[in-house]
T-cell receptor, first 112, second 109 residues
């Protein structure tokens, strides 16, 4: 693993299903983030974590949950997917809160 | 009003042209500023940090104006490979990082 790894790369999901997007980093960064990117709306922060054991809500947290059990992993869960959650999801990490963000390759999710 | 405003463009310029992008931000307490490049909905990649004193990396120059609350990116001698979407990001504090919607640049032969 080098940098940030996201899985899956893409997924088609039926509405109402539960889905967890995985994110793992090997840079020992303290902070991690989840963004979604939609055409015309740019990148919007869903949830973030400043350090292992803590999480916070971003701009668009509804319908999503996260956990940060350790430094490396920051999974994003959709408890009951809806079509409006169709998007490209990017995980990112940074050394600390004000440092540059490093992004994973993204997960393209389609909810039907 | 958006917290970070960025001219979406598109900017269509010939090779060799100089082009400049600006981002304005609303929160004067913002601490960190960066420019990112994004190609074809791939992941954003850090282009450069932005400081009040200005910083230059080859053909790219970034500048922060705290008094007027904007950051700028100047690209000199544009190359075809510079075609991309450029995103500014303004960080207030841990957990409060806001991206502009991006400016699309197309450099034509």
């Amino acid at each position: 693993i080098a940098g940030i790894t996201q899985a899956p790369t893409s997924q088609i999901l039926a509405a109402g299903r539960r889905m967890t997007l995985r994110c793992t980093q090997d840079m020992r960064h303290n902070a991690m983030y989840w963004y979604r990117q939609d055409l015309g709306l740019g990148l919007r922060l869903i949830h973030y974590s400043n350090t292992a054991g803590t999480t916070g809500k971003g701009e668009v947290p509804d319908g999503y949950s996260v956990s940060r059990a350790n430094t490396d992993d920051f999974p994003l869960t959709l408890a009951s997917a809806v079509p409006s959650q169709t998007s490209v999801y990017f995980c990112a990490s940074s050394q600390q809160g004000g440092s540059p963000l490093h992004f994973g390759n993204g997960t393209r999710l389609t909810v039907t | 009003r958006k917290e970070v405003e960025q001219d979406p463009g598109p900017f269509n310029v010939p090779e060799g042209a100089t082009v400049a992008f600006n981002c304005t931000y609303s929160n004067s307490a913002s601490q960190s500023f960066f420019w990112y490049r994004q190609d074809c909905r791939k992941e954003p990649k850090l282009l450069m940090s932005v400081y009040s004193s200005g910083n230059e990396d080859g053909r790219f120059t970034a500048q922060l104006n705290r008094a007027s609350q904007y950051i700028s990116l100047l690209i000199r001698d544009s190359k075809l490979s510079d075609s991309a979407t450029y995103l500014c990001v303004v960080i207030l504090n841990a957990g409060k990082s806001t991206f502009g919607d991006g400016t699309t640049l197309t450099v034509k032969p």
